[in-house]
């Protein structure tokens, strides 16, 4: 079975400091890795998708990685709206379900 | 950009009462899914969608819970007879291939069980 961990639960940061989420997955063969962002009350929004070890994907103050066993989602000089609960997820080997981790809940303070 | 859409934003119901979640998904969007979120739980697979029919779904996903596509835009979710657990939201989500490509996923429906 499928299992993803995300580390740590919650993350506080002060503007501008930057720092690294962590998504360590279990799975039976990787197809993929997805980080999703998500508001209170909202839908996940997609960000990034990644395929295979040393991969890097950036967007903004985000850059993800990749490597066999884990995925990092680095903020870069985060800024207060960049707070939300950041998600990863793995799909199975059909790619019909996707796993999720339970998600850091990121706080950024002015 | 499209997106996809849900309605209603806010379900309020009766224990034992029928509910149906509605979906728009992306119009160029072949596979279909649901998830819901427990208050403060993770996001968990219901159910996928292809070609008129379920391809995988979870154990969650029992006999008191049915998806259709009734026309060409339109994807639902219908909950037979509520129970005060189903209070949670329910995501809509459409992927345009189903191994690898990016699901997105609506803004949810908070359901509330009473």
């Known amino acids: 079975e499928d299992q993803v961990t995300q580390s740590p639960e919650a993350l506080r940061l002060q503007e501008g400091e930057s720092s690294s989420l962590n998504c360590s997955y279990t799975?039976?063969?990787?197809?993929?890795l997805f980080w999703y962002r998500q508001d209170p009350g909202k839908g996940p929004e997609f960000l990034f998708t990644?395929?295979?070890a040393g991969e890097e994907k950036e967007k903004e103050r985000l850059k993800a990685t990749l490597t066999k066993k884990e995925s990092f989602l680095h903020i870069t000089a985060p800024k207060p709206e960049d707070s939300a609960t950041y998600l990863c997820?793995?799909?199975?080997?059909?790619?019909?379900?996707?796993?999720f981790g339970e998600g850091t809940q990121l706080t950024v303070n002015p | 950009e499209p997106e996809v859409t849900q309605t209603p934003s806010h379900q309020v119901t009766q224990m034992g009462q029928e509910v149906i979640l509605r979906c728009v998904p992306i119009s160029n969007h072949l596979y279909f899914y649901w998830y819901r979120q427990i208050l403060g739980q993770k996001v968990e697979f219901l159910v996928s969608?292809?070609?008129?029919?379920?391809?995988?779904k979870s154990e969650i996903f029992d006999d008191q819970f049915s998806v259709e596509r009734p026309d060409g835009s339109n994807f639902t979710l219908k909950i037979r007879s509520t129970k005060l657990e189903d209070s949670a939201m329910y995501f809509c989500?459409?992927?345009?291939?189903?191994?690898?490509?990016?699901?997105?996923f609506g803004p949810g429906t908070r359901l509330t069980v009473l």
């Open positions: 997820a793995v799909p199975d080997p059909s790619g019909s379900r996707l796993t």
């Open positions: 969608f292809y070609n008129n029919e379920i391809s995988e």
């Open positions: 989500a459409s992927s345009r291939d189903r191994s690898t490509d990016t699901q997105y």
């Open positions: 990644l395929y295979s």
């Open positions: 799975v039976s063969g990787l197809r993929g």
